[in-house]
């Protein structure tokens, strides 16, 4: 199961999720090309990688462009005639009551989720069917399936690309491209530090929560995202994995031993 020479565009690759899942697909031979709307942010990730000079790549692509999208995937594209894997992981959060959202702002999150997401894979289908056999991990999230206060926006966005997960993975699997989705939980990112930080999100509430009692590490979500992206899911499709510790199954009551031990 060899994926060396293997070509994979990331967006949102500056850092978190999309710059450790890029570091993963580097360790197996990849040549992979970080995409983000902060160029520089990318840049100095890239720079950052010992080691990989002739395989990592850099690039600032806005995800809500149309012509950003298309002159990037166009270039990735065109180095190798084919791209292996696509990840849309780029997105923003917008944590406000609901009756207080501005249209600008709702219509600006939605597009960078889910109309990336849509944008970078119409873009990268023609490199994604040369390749005869390649994968789409699209990033979405907890808030895809449950209710989350102050996020609706957010919960929308991830409800929507699950729904275009599963209708590209049936609609593009007669090409040799597989569609999927992770949905992680919380993760112990630059994003969340800052809700921690503020008080926006109370690390002791979530650990009676999550049944695994902690956050996950980036890496732990890359690595569900690198299988995903490998000939070891080569029967997988139109799916959304859940890494988030057990959030979205554990109704937990605040006891979790049987009485009377």
């Known amino acids: 199961m060899s994926t060396s020479g293997k070509v994979a565009l990331i967006t949102g690759a500056g ?49 809500s462009s149309d012509d950003d999208v ?47 997401t849509f944008r970078c894979s119409r873009a990268a289908f023609p490199f994604l069917r040369a390749a005869g ?4 991990i699209n990033v979405s999230s907890i808030a895809g399936q449950m209710g989350m206060p102050i996020r609706a926006s957010y919960c929308a966005a991830k409800a929507g690309i699950e729904g275009f997960t599963r209708s590209l993975a049936s609609e593009w699997a007669e090409f040799g491209i597989r569609v999927n989705a992770v949905a992680p939980g919380y993760v112990r990112t630059e994003l969340i530090q800052k809700d921690l930080a503020n008080g926006l ?5 979530l650990s009676t929560r999550i049944s695994l009692k902690r956050l996950a590490d980036p890496a732990e979500i890359a690595e569900t995202m690198f299988f995903l992206a490998t000939a070891a899911s080569s029967y997988i499709t139109g799916q959304v994995v859940h890494v988030d510790g057990g959030l979205s199954i554990d109704f937990n009551p605040g006891r979790t031993e049987g009485i009377g031990h």
Request: proline share 2%.
């Open 15 to 63: 850092r978190g999720i999309g710059a450790t899942m890029g570091g993963r697909l580097l360790e197996a031979g990849f040549e992979v090309h970080f995409a983000d709307a902060n160029g520089d942010r990318a840049s100095a990730h890239v720079a950052s990688l010992d080691g990989y000079e002739d395989r990592a790549f850099s690039w600032r692509m806005d995800v």
């Open 70 to 116: 298309n002159s990037v995937v166009q270039a990735v594209g065109e180095r190798h005639g084919r791209l292996d894997v696509l990840v849309n992981n780029a997105g923003i959060t917008n944590q406000r009551p609901t009756q207080l959202i501005p249209t600008s702002e709702w219509n600006e999150l939605i597009d960078i989720h889910l109309g990336g």
């Open 133 to 136: 056999s390649s994968a789409i």
């Open 201 to 205: 999100v109370s690390e002791e509430q």
